[in-house]
């Protein structure tokens, strides 16, 4: 099987360059035989791909220690579901899943925009069979998954305890479904470029396959949240380490992205600017490999320190010189078909928004880098963690949130102050009454209130945009509400799933501001004792502890510690958190103890407790007992942004195949100006 | 020799009873203590688990360990670590000398003064703003505010020149009502 594996990465090798030599050398625009040749070239490689990922997995299933990479990450005790994530849980395999997952989209372009964007593919096809290239050079020369041994040991190494959770069977995959993909948009962006066909057609192909990256990633992103929560037991889901804010990067230049694109689609302005975002993005994903492949920067979260690295930052500079080189050649051709004409406008808002986004990821990039700047000017070392980003971010994301709601409510082109008065009378007074509310209520943290209050805003602007366009339905078409409802969103998915994903974002903003009212105590119980911790709502909790027990487990030796809960004298019932230490089939201790935490969620707060250790081998046992408020929402959030995003790209949605060759930027903008004309009428 | 009388024996028997119930409890002790329990092994954990003073739930000790570095590769804060990564000797050590410094009387930025007289600036979870560190918490700013002012002034001198066109095309006499309605009405099913 390994012999095999090794085969199928060579031969994705030899397919990949040959469909990158065809299609950069532009005969394929002469001989037809050529063209069909890239396209399945492109196919090839997703098949010889997946021939080696069935390869690995065979060999994981046989538990062939043998190999470097399954005596690793794999013992013979390993429950057989993790073996799936092992696939991906080291260097190598995640290389491969990437190959993958990059074939894949390679080849979904090619099938579904066959006819559409048939002058672009070739060249989408050579784009991807480059970046294909690279990534399996990077395997068969630093990073073969199918390496094997001198020795064959008698059990191998196990996976990690804290990648042994459901969350990274699915989260991973997520995360490169989100990252990798970006390669599709930018593929397209730069066919466009190569080609000349500036119009406004390749902007929606691009549009598309944002979205879907987009959607995946932030999917990814929410989902590493909860493992981070549950699993890693500090309390928290956010922790700005670098490979956290690897995957934020690029999410944040995609949603400026699918911000800014909407002017374009309207008004033929942002060309240069939208080409930009997506080169960005897609230099943002190899930075992001870079950074946590390379060991630059300590994360707990990263890759062990190897060459890898390195490979990246090489395709990194020349990707950026290459795309960048291609767009200042083509710059003139990217002239905009019309002119911004008001501050205050929906273009203008769009235009903050995309500041604020692109503020934001420069800020966080920049504060990830910051260590090394620091040391390389002062040759002292400094740590730059959450009370860092959390200070400059604050403000930019509290503007941000500000703009989800003025940026939909404003008319196109120019709004009147009839418009103005018209469309904030009722969220603005939502805004001052929750501000108000809440001041009253005695929060004084002006963060927070401000936060909650911007919340409450915006969400009066999407139900007031809801409430209105239902009505407008019941009046128009004498339907009854519900059907006024699905019809409105079902007509216009595209923008009524955006106003939803605003709701999840606003969501994910009120969770985040829970964090401020966190409660921790630390205690030691005997047997029988309690401890009291004392909730934000005024709550008081009571953890009874019952005891310390042990047994064996397939894969682990595991200490569980059981407190009854109860809040205001009643039961809430019974928590057990535990400390696992993990081993392999010979019981010899395979990795450092881990620990489970014991979970109560709710709606207003979540209970969270950690069994630290029992103290001198006795029943007595050391706590952490969590108060977490609003994390629930975090989750709430992640689903209806989701809900959010799949409304707005389900196909048919918005301005599909039909509208891109009747929809030019200068009908969208006569279009907006009319609608403008009449909310002001 | 003499014999021993049968209350001396019988002493005898129950102080060597004693001693031997005293050895028995002692080695069940120590056979707790030696119990197969691979969790607590000092081997494998760095740090043995001690009773928690109340003095690590202290508002300033917190305060003060939430704004300190845990020099493992945990890149947590003290506080964090210590309460989550039960396999870390560093951050129980730097917490004792925290709450010693509490202790004393310190403050927070007192504790934080003194660490990093000890530790450096690293031992902090963000660099102090002063110096060339304060160009970390300036630039991202300054960077939106730049541009952002720069949009606003282009913004400025744009609406002024293009200001009678833009009347002109928004003007709402230019349609009348049932216009308005039927393209509205095509432009949606344009769209969806």
């Given at each position: 099987m390994t012999l095999l594996g090794t085969f199928a990465l060579w031969a994705t090798a030899l397919v990949s360059l040959w469909g990158a030599v065809v299609a950069f050398s532009g005969q394929w625009q002469t001989r037809p035989e050529l063209r069909t040749s890239l396209t399945h070239a492109v196919y090839a490689s997703l098949g010889l791909l997946l021939t080696a990922a069935f390869c690995l997995w065979q060999v994981l299933a046989a538990h062939d220690f043998n190999v470097e990479y399954v005596s690793a990450y794999t013992s013979r005790n390993l429950p057989p579901y993790f073996l799936i994530s092992a696939f991906w849980a080291g260097q190598k395999g995640s290389l491969l899943l990437w190959a993958v997952v990059l074939a894949l989209f390679a080849a979904l372009a090619q099938w579904l925009t066959a006819k559409r964007h048939a002058d672009l593919l070739p060249w989408v096809a050579g784009i991807t069979s480059a970046t294909l290239l690279f990534f399996v050079l990077v395997m068969l020369v630093s990073a073969n998954p199918f390496e094997r041994m001198a020795f064959t040991p008698d059990d191998g190494r196990g996976l990690n305890p804290q990648l042994q959770h459901p969350a990274m069977i699915i989260h991973p995959p997520m995360l490169y479904l989100g990252y990798i993909s970006a390669t599709i948009p930018f593929a397209f962006a730069m066919a466009a470029m190569l080609t000349g066909r500036l119009d406004t057609g390749w902007i929606h192909a691009i549009r598309k396959w944002t979205l879907v990256s987009w959607l995946f990633l932030s999917i990814g992103i929410t989902l590493g949240m909860w493992w981070a929560y549950v699993e890693l037991g500090w309390g928290g889901y956010w922790g700005w380490d670098p490979v956290e804010n690897a995957s934020f990067l690029p999410w944040l230049t995609m949603t400026a992205f699918l911000h800014s694109v909407m002017i374009q689609e309207k008004r033929g302005m942002l060309k240069r600017w939208n080409l930009t975002l997506i080169v960005i993005t897609f230099l943002l994903t190899i930075f992001g490999t870079f950074l946590t492949r390379s060991g630059v920067i300590a994360s707990v979260h990263s890759f062990t320190q190897s060459p890898v690295g390195w490979w990246f930052l090489g395709f990194l500079f020349v990707a950026a010189v290459w795309s960048f080189t291609l767009l200042y050649t083509r710059w003139p051709e990217l002239e905009p078909e019309a002119e911004l004409e008001s501050m205050v406008s929906r273009e203008s808002a769009f235009l903050f928004n995309n500041l604020l986004l692109v503020g934001i990821a420069f800020s966080v990039l920049w504060g990830t880098l910051f260590p090394i700047l620091s040391e390389a000017v002062q040759g002292t070392k400094i740590t730059v963690g959450p009370p860092f980003f959390n200070k400059v971010n604050g403000p930019l994301g509290l503007l941000l949130l500000a703009l989800t709601g003025i940026g939909p409510l404003i008319a196109w082109r120019k709004a009147s102050p009839a418009n103005i008065r018209r469309q904030f009378y009722v969220p603005g007074g939502v805004f001052a009454v929750t501000f108000l509310a809440?001041?009253?209520?005695?929060?004084?943290?002006?963060?927070?209130?401000?936060?909650?209050?911007?919340?409450?805003?915006?969400?009066?602007?999407?139900?007031?945009?809801?409430?209105?366009?239902?009505?407008?339905?019941?009046?128009?078409?004498?339907?009854?509400?519900?059907?006024?409802?699905?019809?409105?969103?079902?007509?216009?998915?595209?923008?009524?799933?955006?106003?939803?994903?605003?709701?999840?974002?606003?969501?994910?903003?009120?969770?985040?501001?829970?964090?401020?009212?966190?409660?921790?105590?630390?205690?030691?119980?005997?047997?029988?004792?309690?401890?009291?911790?004392?909730?934000?709502?005024?709550?008081?909790?009571?953890?009874?502890?019952?005891?310390?027990?042990?047994?064996?487990?397939?894969?682990?030796?595991?200490?569980?510690?059981?407190?009854?809960v109860t809040r205001d004298g009643k039961s809430l019932g019974r928590l057990v958190s535990e400390k696992r230490q993990h081993v392999d089939a010979f019981k010899r201790p395979t990795f450092n103890p881990s620990t489970e935490v014991g979970l109560m969620t709710g709606l207003r707060e979540d209970v969270y407790i950690v069994f630290e250790s029992a103290v001198g081998s006795t029943d007595q046992a050391n706590y952490r007992f969590t108060i977490n408020p609003l994390v629930g929402w975090v989750w709430i959030a992640g689903c209806i942004l989701t809900l959010g995003g799949l409304i707005a790209m389900w196909p048919g949605s918005g301005i599909g195949p039909k509208g891109a060759g009747l929809a030019p930027a200068a009908q969208g903008g006569y279009a907006a100006s009319l609608a403008g004309a009449g909310r002001e009428g | 020799m003499r014999s021993l009388s049968r209350r001396e024996l019988l002493g005898l028997a129950l102080a060597g009873s004693g001693v031997a119930a005293f050895a028995a409890d002692l080695r069940a002790q120590q056979d707790t203590g030696r119990r197969a329990d691979p969790l607590y092994d000092p081997s494998s954990l760095e740090r043995r688990p001690a009773i928690v003073e109340e003095t690590a739930n202290d508002a300033t000790v917190k305060a003060a360990e939430l704004r300190l570095a845990c020099p493992c590769p945990c890149t947590l804060d003290i506080f964090t670590c210590r309460t989550t990564d039960f396999t870390c000797s560093f951050s129980p050590e730097r917490h004792k000398e925290v709450v010693a410094l509490v202790e004393q009387g310190m403050t927070v930025d007192q504790v934080l003064e003194t660490m990093i007289r000890t530790y450096g600036e690293e031992t902090l979870m963000a660099p102090r703003p002063q110096g060339f560190n304060l160009v970390g918490y300036v630039v991202p700013a300054a960077a939106v505010l730049g541009v952002g002012a720069v949009i606003v002034a282009l913004l400025a001198l744009r609406q002024r020149t293009v200001q009678p066109a833009v009347a002109t095309a928004t003007a709402p006499d230019a349609v009348s009502a049932e216009e308005l309605a039927r393209v509205e009405r095509e432009l949606r099913d344009l769209e969806s």
């Open positions: 809440l001041f009253a209520l005695g929060l004084r943290e002006l963060a927070v209130v401000m936060c909650l209050s911007l919340a409450a805003f915006v969400f009066a602007t999407v139900a007031q945009e809801f409430a209105r366009g239902t009505r407008a339905r019941m009046r128009m078409y004498h339907e009854g509400w519900g059907v006024a409802l699905a019809n409105l969103i079902a007509r216009n998915r595209r923008r009524y799933g955006g106003y939803l994903v605003h709701v999840g974002i606003l969501t994910y903003f009120v969770a985040f501001a829970g964090a401020a009212f966190r409660v921790d105590r630390q205690v030691s119980l005997r047997p029988g004792e309690s401890a009291e911790v004392k909730s934000p709502y005024g709550w008081t909790y009571r953890f009874t502890h019952l005891g310390v027990s042990q047994y064996d487990a397939l894969n682990r030796v595991v200490s569980a510690a059981s407190v009854d | -």
